[in-house]
Structures are given as C-alpha cells and as structure tokens.
C-alpha cells in the first residue's frame, strides 16, 4: 500500500480521514485540517458521513440539521436524481455536507434497493461539483460499512490518525490489510482503482517512551508517518465546545488566549495542510 497521492477525475485533491478505532481524534483532526485549507484561500468541501452524536456536523454547530424530516446525504446516495449542492451549509472556513441520522439506515436501503455499485456513491455525487471545490475532506464513522466503503472511493487517499501505542501499531497493519483487500475487490469494476495512505499522522501524543518506540517501528516499517505528532490538549475540546475549530477559538473575542504550549497546534494543523496540498509527507516543517 503506497503513499502516492490518486486524484478523481478533475477533482484536484480528496482525502478521507479514516481509521478503525474509535477516540483518536479523527474528527477534530478533519475539522482543523479542512480550515486550515480554507484559510489557504482554497474552496474545500467537507462531507460529513458519521450519523452518531460527535460527528463534524454537530463539531461546527449544524447538530439540528442531523434530525428532522428534510433531505439529507443518504437521499443523494440512494437517489442519483439528487443534487448535492442542496445540501450543503457553509462554515467559517469550509464548505458541509453536513451529515444525517437517516445515514445510520443507508446499508439496508441499499440492499432493499438492489442499488449497484452501491460503494461507488458518493463518487458520483461529488463529481456534479468536483470543478467548484479545490479539496474534499470525508470524515466517515470508524466502523467499516458502506459508508466507509463510499468515502475510500471517492477519496482514494487516506489520512490516518494514530495513537503511538501497541494498540494504534498493530490497527495500521490492519488497515493495510483492509485497504489491499478493498482495492484488490474494486478493482474487478476499475482496473484503474487505487487507494494509498497519504500519512500517518501520531495524534494526542505524550511524552513515554512508548511514543519514541512505536514511532519508530512505524518509519522503520516504511509507514509515511507524519514528521510530527499532534499533542493532546484541552484547548480542542474547549473548542469543540463553543463550535468552533481551533483558528477561530485562537482569534475570538469571546475565548481566551491560546496559551504558548497550545500555539504549535496551529502550526500542525497548517502542516497537515500543506501535506494534502503536496500530496507527500515529505515537506518542510516549520519551527
């Protein structure tokens, strides 16, 4: 499984953050990341595909727009009549779909459906405004179904939130495993079909040995881990909280100040940015 970055079609860069275990930051990494693009002057969708409570939609304060009897993302997936841009909402920095709890029910209306290539969805649905955005985020739910089926297709690059652990060790080589298979199968439609890791990024880092080791094992192991990891702190909840991602809470009248040792979030969020602008771990970080 490569690092090499695949584009759809004239859709300049889609990435989708996924990993198999639930708690590692994925969703506040795919918030931040996609701000940090935003931020850049790019246009950046974001599609939000998780149907439980935490998900990016209620992370940025559409949480009402997850219930209720309207259309939503599952309607645009099982309809290809359906046009995306009725569903999205726009943020401070990016671009939503915005994510729905009809989603939780989308693998069985598909089968009750008979829908074909039902993985193949999304891609579809993102194609009708692929020359509009610059970048695609996916934050898909950790268990795999067909809704991370949907965003590895459309994506076709994975960014992997990680913690330096046993545990987050042992998960990537499961994702490997999972994403060979998954592309060794779609590739019976689409000879073509490729999925790479984009990076791996070590997220809510510590300072154990066990960080420094399991780093390690991972470059030795010819992982693209990120060349940095990404602290835990409290300040990404506090933002989580007031609904905001971390570039406004640091510029709001209405928070407090970031403090220094919070400062190099930023930077890490604007470094992940700049690793999907470049297709590539290997760039420059800045000090």
Not at 24 to 48: I, P, Q
Request: with cysteine; hydrophobic share 40%.
């Amino acid at each position: 499984m490569s690092g090499k970055r695949i584009t759809i079609d004239c859709m300049k860069r889609a990435i989708t953050l996924w990993s198999e275990s639930g708690g590692v930051g994925k969703t506040t990494m795919a918030t931040n990341v996609a701000a940090a693009l935003g931020r850049r002057d790019e246009r950046v969708l974001v599609v939000d595909l998780d149907p439980q409570l935490g998900s990016l939609t209620d992370h940025v304060g559409y949480q009402e727009l997850k219930t209720g009897d309207r259309d939503h993302l599952g309607h645009v997936l099982l309809d290809d009549e359906k046009d995306i841009r009725s569903l999205i909402v726009e943020t401070a920095d990016f671009d939503l779909v915005p994510s729905h709890e009809g989603l939780a029910n989308i693998e069985s209306e598909m089968a009750a459906r008979n829908t074909s290539l039902r993985e193949f969805q999304l891609r579809s649905a993102l194609k009708t405004v692929a020359s509009e955005y610059d970048y695609f985020i996916i934050d898909p739910p950790a268990t795999l179904n067909v809704l991370v089926d949907n965003a590895l297709v459309a994506a076709r690059n994975v960014l992997i939130p990680i913690e330096l652990t046993r545990k987050g060790s042992i998960s990537i080589e499961g994702l490997e495993d999972t994403l060979d298979s998954m592309e060794r199968g779609f590739q019976k439609f689409d000879d073509s079909f490729k999925l790479g890791i984009l990076a791996v990024v070590p997220n809510e880092v510590g300072d154990s040995n066990i960080y420094r080791d399991t780093r390690d094992e991972l470059e030795s192991g010819g992982k693209p881990v990120t060349p940095f990891g990404v602290r835990k702190r409290d300040v990404l909840k506090e933002a989580w909280k007031g609904q905001m991602n971390l570039f406004e809470f640091a510029e709001s009248d209405e928070t407090r100040e970031l403090r220094e040792y919070e400062k190099d979030l930023l930077s890490n969020f604007e470094q992940l940015a700049r690793i999907v602008e470049q297709g590539t771990v290997d760039v420059e970080v800045e000090a």
